[in-house]
């Protein structure tokens, strides 16, 4: 009842409402109106979240509060997550109360931040996310408690001891809540599977799977489904497809690659070019409503990690049958692209064919071809690739289209599960042939099957919003604190303006942290049925188009074409509400393996962190906060926090204006951005933290 009222008096803020029609507007039954009043009047004078004028009510707008799930970073504070357009609402680590990463809550909103930013308390969980936790239990005094990350560390989960369930200090485990506590008595737990010991990195990969819910294996039927596909399919099939077998086309990929699911080809015209696209055409193998389709729509994307993959399909689809491999017959779908000698397009031209790769190239093979270290009988192609590449590229950034190079940890794992190497991720001209000739294929069949007969028709879209003012406002302040001096075109708001201001900050000390804060105050892309445009590429129409065997969405849009191709009549309302729905699928799917894959990653750091106790790196400051700064370590990209009581030079404080701390006496500051070095103090693996201090 408390929150009826609360829904209905935020939902208008503007009116006010007499109790009559409350009761009406509520459906308050006769007998349920006294504790009504009671809960009304409680609102009033104890809580004063509505406010009594007169003989009317209405919500206070000094202490007004809003619906959200709540997102806890690793660092323990959190943001209320609303709606798309709405501004994420920061919360501080003592104002998540009783709440965890993950539930719907309602929280009191407090305005007014020195960055503008909202700030707010959580008053009310409305909902669990779950009520099953995996994490490493923990040893103390008489008591086992149950680590789990992202967690605020006030809140605590003590296990309650069992004869029947046999785990020991330091284990991963899935426990059941028993009792949530409150925001100062702990979360009681029942401990009901064993997973491993947390101190094992062998295990790594299996406390991801298990804590995101993933499940390597596919179900019986769906294993059986894959295996009834046979090279027959293809041969079947060719006739009735474009013979493309006599075009030389290649795939280029990664060294560990298992799956090609495009390749390229490129021929001279009379005025211009030809570019193949040429993508696996899963469409033919995973048929509407078989039992293939409903488990990849379940999945809806394929995750990858050092140790293993989560395929979307089964391998012997994903690594043979729709795999383009070299010498072997394959179905595709093409698109076919015409340029003249300025680089513009012609013709476009999408259907189904058959092709047969007659090369696989890894990445640092190109690079060794452009670079003139080895020599190929398709170094000309290789060459005319590059210089179309080179000149989308350009194109592209003329438009406003934003280029990120923000590298990405590479582990070399040993078999012990401890990574013995952890270098940057390069960015190739090679990564970039292949980048420009799938961003063009994307933008084309986004443009040409989104509109039908000059109409709008459904259609599945790449989406990529406008940052949110607050983000764009803390983007300036940085800019502002690094003595970024900013002109009249480097306006962050638009395409253009944020490519300009990355452009100028190439050569900048500060480049990598600017990158990553501009990347941070971008929403995130998304698939949606609305054309929507895409702020961070500055395409009006973009779409998903190219990896139908590890991403659900390419695998609709080589459908929906087909039936396009073949006139097939479909009815609008029903494909649109499907449509909806595996995209809202696919939406929550991605940032499901978006975490999961950031958590690895995380994980992997600190194993590596763990043997290098007492070592000193070269970092740079990428957090400031009231209890100290997160560095990030130079080549291994991996994070931890120098905490503010570990600073024995002088007393320092947060200026969180400045971005710094600075010292009492002294004032010496430690800003964001500053290279410094520091040495590693320890590490703490099941709370996913590691502690460094300053090297003197």
């Known amino acids: 009842m408390k929150k009826a009222i609360i829904k209905l008096l935020e939902a208008n803020p503007g009116y006010q409402f007499t109790q009559r029609e409350l009761l009406k507007r509520l459906k308050i039954q006769t007998a349920k109106r006294k504790k009504f009043r009671y809960i009304l009047n409680s609102l009033v004078e104890k809580e004063k979240r509505v406010r009594l004028k007169g003989n009317t009510y209405s919500i206070s707008q000094k202490n007004r509060s809003i619906q959200g799930r709540l997102s806890i970073t690793q660092k323990g504070f959190g943001f209320l997550i609303t709606e798309p357009d709405q501004p994420d609402i920061f919360i501080g680590r003592r104002n998540i109360r009783d709440a965890i990463d993950g539930d719907s809550v309602l929280v009191r909103v407090r305005n007014g931040s020195k960055r503008d930013r909202p700030r707010g308390v959580v008053i009310d969980v409305l909902e669990r996310k ?99 596909c046979s090279v027959d399919y293809i041969k079947k099939e060719t006739p009735h497809r474009r013979d493309l077998r006599s075009v030389q086309s290649f795939t280029i990929d990664p060294e560990t690659a298992q799956d090609f699911d495009d390749a390229l080809s490129i021929e001279v015209t009379g005025n211009g070019i030809k570019l193949g696209v040429h993508i696996a055409d899963v469409s033919h193998f995973i048929t509407r409503g078989s039992p293939l389709d409903l488990e990849a729509f379940k999945r809806s994307n394929s995750v990858y990690f050092s140790e293993g993959v989560v395929h979307m399909i089964p391998e012997t689809l994903s690594g043979d049958l729709c795999s383009l491999k070299p010498d072997e017959d394959r179905l595709a779908m093409t698109a076919l692209i015409d340029l003249d000698r300025d680089w513009n397009v012609t013709r476009f031209d999408v259907f189904p064919s058959v092709i047969r790769s007659c090369c696989r190239f890894t990445y640092k093979m190109v690079q060794e071809i452009l670079d003139e270290k ?26 406003g289209s934003i280029d990120f190079d923000i590298p990405e940890p590479i582990f070399s794992i040993g078999k012990e599960g401890i990574p013995h190497e952890i270098r940057p991720s390069e960015r190739l001209q090679s990564h970039r042939i292949v980048e420009e000739c799938m961003l063009l294929a994307n933008r084309l069949v986004a443009e040409r099957y989104g509109i039908i007969n000059g109409k709008p028709a459904p259609f599945v879209y790449r989406t990529h919003k406008k940052p949110k003012s607050e983000d764009i406002t803390s983007f300036l302040l940085l800019l502002k604190r690094i003595g970024f001096s900013l002109q009249k075109k480097h306006d962050p708001h638009t395409s253009r303006g944020m490519r300009d201001i990355l452009e100028d900050v190439e050569d900048s000390a500060y480049k990598g942290l600017i990158e990553s804060v501009a990347l941070r105050a971008m929403s995130k892309a998304n698939y949606s049925v609305e054309r929507r445009g895409h702020f961070g590429l500055a395409f009006q129409h973009y779409t998903h188009f190219t990896s139908p065997i590890r991403r659900y969405p390419d695998l609709l849009v080589h459908r929906r074409i087909k039936d396009i191709l073949e006139k097939k009549t479909v009815k609008t309302q029903h494909l649109m509400e499907f449509l ?80 710094c701390l600075r010292g009492r006496k002294s004032k010496k500051e430690y800003r964001l951005g500053d290279e410094i070095v520091v040495r590693v103090l320890d590490v703490i693996i099941e709370r996913q933290r590691a502690n460094f201090t300053i090297e003197s």
Do not use: C
């Not at 005319?384 to 194109?395: D, I, P, Q, R, W």
């Not at 291994?636 to 320092?652: K, N, P, T």
């Open 580 to 659: 909806h729905s595996a995209l809202d699928q696919a939406n929550q799917m991605e940032l499901r393996a978006l975490n999961a894959e950031r958590e690895y990653i995380k994980i992997k750091q600190f194993r590596w962190l763990n043997e290098r106790i007492g070592d000193s790196f070269n970092g740079i400051i990428s957090g400031v906060t009231h209890f100290g700064i997160f560095v990030e370590l130079e080549e291994s990209l991996a994070e931890g926090l120098v905490h503010i009581d570990s600073f024995e030079d002088d007393d320092y404080s947060f200026d969180e204006d400045h971005y």
């Open 130 to 228: 779950t009520d099953r936790f995996i994490g490493t239990v923990v040893h103390k005094g008489k008591s086992d408690w149950l680590t789990i990350t992202p967690f605020t560390p006030e809140r605590k989960i003590l296990i309650q001891k069992a004869k029947s369930t046999d785990y020991r200090d330091g284990q991963v485990v899935v426990a059941d809540v028993l009792n949530w506590g409150t925001s100062v008595n702990p979360i009681l737990v029942k401990v009901v599977k064993v997973i491993g010991d947390g101190a094992d990195a062998g295990n790594d990969f299996q406390i991801i799977l298990e804590k995101h819910g993933y499940t390597v294996d596919f179900p019986q039927n769906v294993e059986q489904s894959a295996r009834n």
């Open 374 to 399: 080895k020599t190929h009988s398709l170094k000309d192609k290789i060459k005319l690739l590059e210089k179309l590449s080179k000149n989308l590229f350009k194109k592209r950034t003329e438009m």
